[in-house]
């Protein structure tokens, strides 16, 4: 079976666009959740959306945004990116049973750099 | 809110070296979970321990969760060059998952 896959691998912006991250969740994985890593530090939670509900949300500006579709499948939005932005994001899907218990799987990341 | 500390932050050993790093939560934990992300790589689960006093194995590896159920302990036996990586732990309940900063293994062969 596929694990996790996100779109794109690598993605360069410019200070002030927007960019759209796409994740596939492995199949049976009802719950995605989006993570932050900034190099040297360890994953920061942003959102969990399960059954296209939102079920979690970190400590991030309301330029980030997403949503998850009938198919499970899950989009990142990032309004005006600023440089703080520039991160490895990672999108996990799990077996959401009413907690945040259950283990992630992780995507490959999309590595996002906003010059 | 809650704050999950892991020490050392970096570790050097010889290979055939014993490695062990450390996790401590602000608070007490439903469970704990620990993963690796290998260097350009994404984080991989390793285990989950829910138990107070846990202790669970795997080959080489020993995971350890705290009798209060707020720190954890990941111990390797005899490191390999294969084991290089940062290894993080997450604390978990009723709130999403909360990631140390990690401890990352170097090995020297």
């Known amino acids: 079976d596929a694990g996790v896959t996100q779109s794109p691998t690598h993605l360069i912006k410019t200070r002030g666009q927007h960019v759209t991250l796409r994740c596939s969740p492995i199949?049976?994985?009802?719950?995605v959740s989006w993570y932050q890593q900034v190099l040297g530090q360890g994953p920061q939670f942003i959102f969990q959306?399960?059954?296209?509900?939102?079920?979690g949300r970190g400590n991030f500006p309301d330029r980030f945004s997403a949503r998850q579709f009938p198919n499970y499948s899950s989009e990142l939005n990032v309004n005006a990116l600023l440089l703080g932005d520039s991160a490895l994001y990672l999108c996990?899907?799990?077996?959401?049973?009413?907690?945040?218990?259950?283990?992630?799987?992780f995507g490959n990341g999309t590595r996002l750099t906003v010059t | 809110g809650q704050q999950v500390m892991q020490i050392p932050q970096y570790q050097h050993v010889q290979e055939g070296e014993d490695f062990t790093t450390y996790c401590n939560s602000s608070?007490?934990?439903?469970?704990i979970q620990w993963y690796k992300q290998r260097p350009g790589g994404h984080p991989v689960f390793l285990i989950q321990?829910?138990?107070?006093?846990e202790v669970k194995k795997q080959k080489r590896l020993t995971f350890q969760f705290g009798e209060a159920k707020k720190n954890s302990s990941l111990h390797i036996t005899a490191t390999q060059t294969t084991d290089v990586g940062t290894y993080f732990c997450?604390?978990?309940?009723?709130?999403?998952?909360?990631f140390g900063k990690g401890t990352r293994l170097s090995v020297i062969a």
């Open positions: 996990a899907s799990n077996l959401y049973q009413g907690a945040y218990n259950s283990p992630l799987h």
């Open positions: 199949s049976g994985h009802k719950s």
């Open positions: 959306y399960y059954e296209k509900e939102e079920r």
């Open positions: 321990l829910v138990k107070s006093g």
């Open positions: 997450a604390g978990g309940g009723n709130t999403p998952l909360v």
């Open positions: 608070t007490t934990l439903s469970n």
